[in-house]
């Protein structure tokens, strides 16, 4: 699959996310990159202050960073469907950290 389209299908997750959610998210990126250096097998990685998390001081920031790892996904999929059903998973899974959402209760929702 091609850079191209995976991000294609990272945009088109975007889409499925409720505009009320999408409309709060409040400085955050989302990214595509190869792997996570560190962890190769990682699908994606929020990395930021949740949004539960900030206070009346948090301003000036950096935008969060939302990533999805394409060649850990690709891997990790036999054919081009389970591709769009695990970016879809992984990039609402990412958004849901940064509303504050923890590993827990995700795997509690299914979204684990």
Known sequence: MTQLRFEELVSDALDLVPAGLTDR???VVVL???RHPEDPDLLGLYEGVALTERTSDYGGELPDRITIYRDAVLEMCEDSDQVVDEVAITVVHE???HFGIGEE???ELGWG
Do not use: C, K
């Open 25 to 27: 998210m409040d400085n």
């Open 105 to 107: 209760r995700l795997h």
């Open 32 to 34: 595509v990159e190869d």
């Open 95 to 97: 958004i849901a950290h």
